[in-house]
């Protein structure tokens, strides 16, 4: 598939002018949006740059009604030479066409995903400042925009694509956040769709969110459907645990079952953690395993990584057998190299032997 996007030229100072000092995280949106249609007779249409605006649609149309809807996130960072890159777009791409098989959707093509991406960040990137802790954070989707309630898959799609500009997700300052494990909700179920990216895995977990809210966290730890026993994601992010310290540490998650999604954040920090000299695992860790590994010592740290949390530590667990704190609640060293050495990749200050961060192409 051949993708050519043309829009207007602009010069520096323009783009500077756009530039956005307190981003946030979710609302400074940039100017322009990428838009594709899909039909079944036609495929794809050609993309179209057009400024953000809103959309016109019908109440009836399937997409709004019935779910259909698939989305990613992923970053593009300033690198140290003042280009953009983007990370891992191409693995975004696949697990977006995942998502998008499990709902009955028609694939965009990963270099139709990729092209698009491209054009959206060379138009945009002047709202991007130099701060190292701020980036444009990626928004690719797709939904069903057929007119009907027939119970049934949409025969026609739009993909979109925007971007807003985003500092950190729990703040600019690398803080230890507080965590409540959910025990009245679930997450994903087996042969649902936890381990893909769709709208409807979101909204259910809304209510156990504003409850962790109101203990005093900033996260919900989800345990798995069946027994309630075993730990699997948090919110919108994966988690880690490290047990020992120094070079003899291992860094362990929870293992895929199907019902949690798997993260290309969290690939990246099984393979950082092995290229920066610690052991690694993936396993199944039971709720009273997590807090009697922490009670002995053994589990020195916790943390959180995703495309928008970056890698953040978790200090205290709230539960209702009792809270714990980890370690000395403070971010732990493991922890810390493993977020310089991601941020790194971002920036381009680091090798790159997997050939990650991905250089925009200019229009």
């Known amino acids: 598939m051949t993708i050519s996007i043309d829009a207007p030229t602009e ?28 039909t079944e007779g036609e495929g794809w249409s050609a993309p179209e740059i057009t400024p953000l605006r809103n959309l016109s649609i019908h109440p009836g149309m399937i997409g709004l009604h019935y779910g259909q809807v698939a989305f990613e996130g992923l970053k593009a960072h300033r690198r140290a030479d003042g280009a953009m890159g983007v990370w891992r777009p191409g693995d975004h791409a696949l697990r977006f066409q995942r998502s998008c098989r499990r709902l009955a959707m028609p694939e965009l093509p990963a270099e139709a995903f990729v092209a698009a991406i491209d054009r959206l960040i060379d138009a ?16 690719p989707m797709m939904f069903g925009t057929d007119t009907s309630l027939m119970l049934r898959p949409s025969r026609t ?14 703040g600019e300052d690398v803080e230890s956040v507080e965590v409540l494990v959910s025990h009245e909700y679930s997450r994903a179920f087996p042969g649902g769709t936890g381990n893909v990216k ?17 203990a005093g966290c900033q996260q919900v730890v989800w345990l798995d459907a069946l027994e309630g026993r075993y730990l699997e994601e948090m919110g919108g992010m994966n988690m880690f645990l490290v047990r020992g310290r ?12 199907g019902t949690l999604l798997p993260g290309i954040t969290r690939d990246t920090m099984l393979t950082l953690a092995r290229r920066l000299g610690y052991r690694t695992g993936e396993e199944r860790i039971s709720l009273e395993q997590w807090r009697a590994e922490c009670a002995a010592g ?6 959180a990584c995703g495309t928008a949390a970056v890698v953040t530590p978790v200090g205290k667990v709230h539960d209702r057998d009792g809270d714990w704190t980890i370690g000395d609640g403070t971010p732990g060293e493991v922890t810390m190299a493993l977020r310089k050495g991601l941020t790194d990749l971002h920036h381009g200050l680091a ?8 250089s925009c192409a200019r229009s």
Do not use: C, K
């Open 298 to 303: 053994t589990i020195t740290e916790v943390f």
């Open 11 to 38: 010069t520096a100072a323009a783009r500077e002018s756009r530039v956005v000092l307190d981003p946030g995280h979710g609302e400074a949106f940039t100017e322009h949006m990428i838009s594709m249609d899909w």
């Open 157 to 170: 799609y739009r993909f979109l694509l925007m971007a807003f500009v985003a500092g950190g997700f729990f």
């Open 198 to 214: 769709v709208a409807g895995n979101y909204a259910p977990s809304f209510l156990a969110q504003r409850e962790a809210e109101a």
């Open 351 to 358: 090798d790159d032997p997997n050939g990650w961060l991905h």
């Open 246 to 257: 120094g070079t003899d540490a291992e860094v362990v998650t929870p293992q895929l079952t």
């Open 124 to 139: 945009d990137e002047g709202s991007l400042s130099t701060d190292p802790s701020h980036s444009i954070y990626i928004r």
